[in-house]
DNA sequence: GGAACAGCCTGACGCAGCGTCAGGGTCAAG
DNA sequence: CTTGACCCTGACGCTGCGTCAGGCTGTTCC
């Protein structure tokens, strides 16, 4: 196929083919000998995922790591895709919710709390961190199951988690400060209420699972970021802890 | 509220803001003596505005002028951002339902025509053509049943539709070839052809809804084209025939 | 009261993802 | 062999910010 009837086909335009070609997103797997850009079939499966990738909103040079990522087969994009489609269901939906919302109040001539109106919008970033954390996480369960629990979670209950992880963080803080090592009773102690409460709002978290934690909170400044942020070198600190309890429970 | 505090609340960067006040989408209400940016409630709600068209697509130049129209009052920005959401939310379960009909089609071996695969992204401009439509029909009763019926429709469906279509076009052709003016009572039937077809696939076409969709075939390039493709001077010619049949009945 | 540090300001440059010419070959139809 | 539709490769432009740089402001803590 020519890029005029591949580009029909898919709804895009040759610019666009192009521009897919020149960055090696999506090379033709063949040309003619006056030059002209020959598409197979293949080529047309690859542009299909490209589409649904790039309309979930990822960056082109992204797409193009995930789709030349040889560990993953056509049936792992589709997960991908349908879990990524399905939240994007899910947000579109709770926008939805939260402009009826509004309507209703108005129409009653009630006005919202500026909180209450940015609701929806605050931190989503949807295929940002998302597609980080289900990189990680992949298809696991904890991942579906984190994701249903705190779908539920009222304010209230965001206010009490948010209470909770800040004491065991005091708590790391004073065993660091107190000169107890992190492989210490003291602070693997801490690590374990740690790991009890991820596994009470969150999902159920298994001592491996918790290990592997641990080591984000040293690789990812993300979380290095806010622990450091409470005492310089608590990332590290908690990291080892919670490794030593893992290597404890185990 | 400052640059900064916004910026939280909404879930956006304070680069955003200035990005927003320099275009002129959203300049904050006050300034300090010192000259920080200094933003007040209604300027919140404006933001919120502004976030939601801007998720939904639309370039922010529209954004501005759509919220700067001074017939527009919030409510009508309300229900159209709704309808908006709603769309959003067909076009992603129906992508869903592509996944998913893949992935079943994959599990069972076989495999799908290029055709029935594209077929969820072809001609979409979700926030782009849309949204020139429902500015010209707003929430009429018109485009909400053009849209439902349509959505009913098959393959074979939009065959016949444009076998119809191009037989009145060449109708138009030959009467204007022939010399038989606008107004005759020739090409008056054959845009009364027209009015009867479009009232049988989309929605109930009255005499004046078509007269004003005569004035659009010369205003708007699209419709222009079409037309203008067909024979030099046909789109003026159904233009004026169509406003002439309107008289007639009307 | 001053030092430190977070937060604000205004440029100015950069980048992704194309749109849009410009200038020039190619190919099927008549 | 010409015409018109289609293809090619640059190259520049545009949107919507991200990301410094260089410099004021404002609060807090000693």
Redo the contacts with the bound molecule.
Sequence with gaps: M????VAALAGV????L??YDR?GLLSPSGR??????QYAPADLDRLHQVLLY?ELGF???EVATLLDDPAADPEAHLRRQHRLLRDRLDRTSAMVAAVEKEMEARSMGIALTPEERFEVFGEHDPAQYDAEVEERWGDTDAYAESKRKTAAYSKEDWVRIKAEQEEIGTRFVRAMQSGAAAESAEAMDVAEAHRQSISRWFYACSPEMHAGLGRMYVEDERFTATYEAMAPGLAQYVSTAVQANAARQG
């Design positions: 020519n890029v005029g009837e335009t040759v610019r666009t192009h521009h960055i003619t000998s006056s030059g002209y850009r790039r960056p082109l040079e």
